[in-house]
């Protein structure tokens, strides 16, 4: 059976989530939207590496992305499939509590603290990185 790109694929879907760093990049856009800049950061990989993890994740139809100028910022977005969003809302949920992921959400507020994180490029902060920083007092 052949099929269209208005039906959803499940098995892309899978593939996506059985990644360490495409679940990685979904941890920490978690309530975020994030720009690649900051995912690299975070993650300590490549920028053309990181965009090819998030060219998978929204083919798989689980990230949105938004164009700013020259900025693209990444957000989760809920699979149309009832069933699949219900699996990624209990993965994500599942990954507060791995200390790994809970270390890489520690280094991501720790980069929106810095108010010159990425000064050498300007790269806007992320999307919910304001909410980090009034948690972890920081002003500005």
């Known amino acids: 059976m052949a099929t269209t790109s208005l039906q959803f694929n499940m098995e892309r879907f ?68 009832r069933g ?10 599942g990954m507060h509590n791995d200390w790994r992921m809970r270390a890489d959400r520690a280094k991501l507020a720790q980069r929106c603290s810095q108010p010159t994180v990425s000064a050498s490029i300007d790269a806007p902060m992320p999307v919910g990185c304001r909410g980090m920083r009034k948690k972890l007092g920081v002003r500005g």
């Open 84 to 93: 699949a969003a219900l699996v990624l809302r209990d993965t994500l949920a």
């Open 14 to 81: 899978f593939q996506a989530l059985g990644d360490s760093t495409r679940l990685r990049l979904l941890n920490l856009m978690d309530e975020k939207e994030v720009n690649v800049i900051y995912l690299a950061e975070v993650l300590g990989h490549g920028q053309a590496r990181i965009s090819q993890q998030l060219a998978f994740l929204r083919r798989a139809g689980v990230v949105e992305a938004r164009r700013d100028g020259k900025w693209v910022h990444y957000r989760i977005a809920t699979p149309r499939h």
